[in-house]
């Protein structure tokens, strides 16, 4: 069974990556990858109050999301949204498993408020005064294609359009060292059952037993390997480069994700 | 929407071990919560506790998933054959062809809590037997579920706090829908751990005493713990005239408030909307109303305006939290079940343990149980972030 869905938008952030023009120079073999350190800009679409609140993982969601909708044209309160991570904010659990391991354990509300797995999902609604419905999922290191299959059935299903949001923020020590995420990595897609003038490109999914593909720069293939949400960049360089073509991306252990990619343009 | 047919189900909360016990307490109106003596907690409150889940092993090939969480589903999975009739889905339909969609909150964080209080002295590292990705990560519960009852299809969990294990519903439908596979697990899995109970306690949300939806007294929640598990298929040739189906799912968002509810109710009133949509129904077909109601001063408040503002003040609704306390993550999939079992058995669950409804709420809240025919019943879960969901079974026949 094959699904599909037209691209209308991308948003990209992560390490050495700040957005998806730059990181299309890098995909498509243009400029080479500098690995740096991801820099998270400030939610301003968060009323002052809520920004002071919010951490990494919701900076991230909100950044990418942002980049997208606007590339899309779309305005974000129209579109249903999926969100997948592979985890919450690191920071955030870290403070409360130490607070909780303390004589007292006192936590601070607003720290227990944004444990939510959905905290990104409910900024982004307050922010954009989206109602729309959301789903916000995790399936570990699977968590992009997890995203990307809910977010097809999703189109396909009720043919409208929809955001979805991919991303994964590290843990501080000593968790850290159970799940080494080195950084912070988003992706984002605006996806619509029928083509328009905004459509980049159409994106048709399949389950399979291939073997998935692997990243030629060592360096983009430590990334993809290193971050769940970054499962996604053998497909990011399909579209990067604006070629028709398949890409098979790593999935749940025994299943993988064929991916078809049509450009538009 | 399609409907999709609720092969079986069960569920195991502080009320009962499967459908025959959870049914008994509800005819009875049994509370399951007690004063909270979980670990070494020092809160004063009330708690609905799974007896038997430390008793609980897990195949020892699946050792590394070992926690509070994963025993509970378990323990969940052996009761009302669950287990036996996800083989038979499995042989029918094919190993690829059957998902896996669990709700938890907080999945076996527990374990986490517990290692950080034995982290080593001099580097600050967690103990070497601490496993992250198959007891803390919220993935875990999903994939102990798809490993254990050896399935190959797609598999994730949705954590959208409260709403979490009713969204599942969603995605099993969507994907059954477009042909990706033929039938799903569905359900939701939360367990006790400090995080939510000093964390609702933070938030002055969780009650001293046992929690009293819709009483004039109310004052929070009583958190709980629950395992529950639906099978959904798509429709087959010929259907049983006994047999449960989805009719509908209705999903929103508030775009209001992280941990406060839209106060009217906006976002609880379109989900329920949507739901009556997608299952081609007016408010009039609804019977029975098992509402989110988890007794804080204002879910209550903001679900009986929503209610009232769809259905008008005569629908009978209650909430069955008073009994089993709120499980999180897998009140909608418990309630999902409890729904089922009003329209399988007649019962009207009376809202125990409130004794004054108050005044106040226009919503038509039944305090005692009652024995009517009921055809179709909708259920509400609501969660932090402002997410919404409501659901809606119906008889076949």
């Not at chain 1, 996604?232 to 064929?258: F, K």
């Not at chain 2, 999709?4 to 499967?18: D, Q």
């Not at chain 2, 509400?380 to 402002?386: C, I, K, P, V």
Request: charged share 20%.
């Amino acid at each position: 069974m094959k699904l599909s869905a037209y691209l209308d938008g991308l948003g990209l952030l992560g390490p050495g990556l700040g957005n998806w023009p730059s990181a299309t120079a890098v995909l498509s073999g243009v400029e080479p990858y500098r690995p740096a350190a991801t820099v998270l800009p400030v939610p301003t679409i968060l009323p002052a109050a809520e920004r002071r609140r919010t951490g990494r993982v919701v900076k991230l969601a909100v950044a990418v999301a942002l980049e997208a909708t606007s590339q899309a044209g779309q305005d974000p309160a129209r579109l249903a949204s999926v969100f997948s991570s592979s985890g919450g904010d690191g920071q955030n659990c870290h403070e409360l498993c130490q607070a909780l391991s303390l004589a007292g354990r006192e936590i601070s509300p607003t720290r227990f408020a944004n444990s939510v797995h959905n905290a990104a999902a409910g900024y982004w609604s307050i922010g954009t005064a989206a109602m729309t419905e959301s789903n916000v999922l995790c399936a570990h290191d699977a968590s992009f294609g997890a995203g990307l299959l809910e977010a097809l059935a999703h189109v396909a299903a009720d043919s409208k359009p929809l955001l979805l949001a991919a991303y994964d923020t590290e843990y501080p020590e000593p968790l850290h060292s159970k799940r080494p995420i080195p950084d912070a990595f988003g992706v984002a897609m605006v996806l619509a059952p029928h083509r328009s003038a905004a459509s980049l490109a159409r994106i048709s999914a399949e389950l399979t037993d291939l073997d998935y593909e692997r990243m030629t720069d060592p360096a983009l293939e430590t990334l993809r390997g290193a971050i769940p949400a970054a499962r996604s960049l053998p497909m990011l360089r399909l579209l990067a480069l604006r070629q028709a073509g398949r890409s098979i991306l790593e999935y749940l252990d025994v299943s993988r994700i064929e991916i078809g990619i049509e450009p538009c343009a | 929407m399609k409907p999709l047919v609720l092969e079986n189900f069960t569920a195991t909360s502080c009320i009962g071990r499967g459908l025959a016990e959870t049914l008994a307490s509800l005819r009875g109106q049994r509370s399951g919560l007690k004063i909270c003596e979980f670990e070494t907690v020092d809160i004063s409150t009330h708690i609905g506790e799974v007896s038997g889940v430390d008793a609980q092993r897990l195949p020892a090939a699946l050792h590394r998933f070992d926690c509070r969480n994963n025993r509970l589903a378990e323990l969940a999975l052996q009761q009302d054959g669950f287990f036996e009739s996800v083989q038979r889905a499995a042989e029918r339909w094919g190993r690829r062809r059957v998902g896996v969609f669990l709700g938890t909150s907080t999945a076996g964080i527990l374990q986490t809590e517990l290692a950080y209080r034995e982290r080593d002295p001099v580097t600050g590292a967690l103990p070497a037997s601490f496993e992250y990705g198959s007891t803390h990560n919220s993935f875990s519960v999903a994939d102990y579920v798809r490993q254990r009852c050896r399935l190959e299809g797609p598999a994730a969990v949705v954590s959208s706090a409260c709403a979490s294990s009713a969204k599942v519903f969603g995605s099993a439908r969507r994907m059954i829908e477009v042909g990706l596979i033929d039938a799903a697990v569905v359900g939701g899995v939360d367990s006790l751990c400090l995080t939510t109970l000093y964390g609702f306690h933070s938030l002055q949300l969780s009650s001293s005493a046992p929690c009293r939806p819709f009483d004039v007294a109310r004052d929070g929640i009583s958190i709980g713990e629950a395992a529950a598990f639906g099978l959904l298929e798509r429709m087959p040739d010929g259907l049983d005239s006994g047999s449960v189906l989805l009719l509908g799912v209705g999903e929103s968002n508030d775009a209001y408030h992280m941990s406060a509810p839209h106060p009217e109710g906006r976002g609880a009133r379109i989900a329920m909307q949507a739901a009556l949509a997608a299952a081609g129904l007016e408010p009039g077909d609804i019977d029975y109303i098992n509402l989110h109601g988890t007794g804080t001063p204002s879910n209550d408040r903001s679900e009986s305006q929503a209610v009232t503002s769809v259905f008008g003040p005569t629908t009978p609704c209650s909430s069955t939290k008073g009994a089993t306390g709120h499980t999180l993550g897998a009140a909608g999939a418990l309630e999902a079940v409890i729904s089922v079992l009003a329209i399988r058995h007649g019962l009207m669950p009376g809202g125990a343990p409130t004794t004054q409804i108050d005044p106040t709420l226009t919503a038509h809240y039944i305090k005692e149980s009652r024995s009517a025919p009921i055809a179709r019943v909708l259920s509400n879960s609501f969660g932090f972030g402002g997410t919404n969901c409501s659901l809606i079974f119906g008889r076949a026949g």
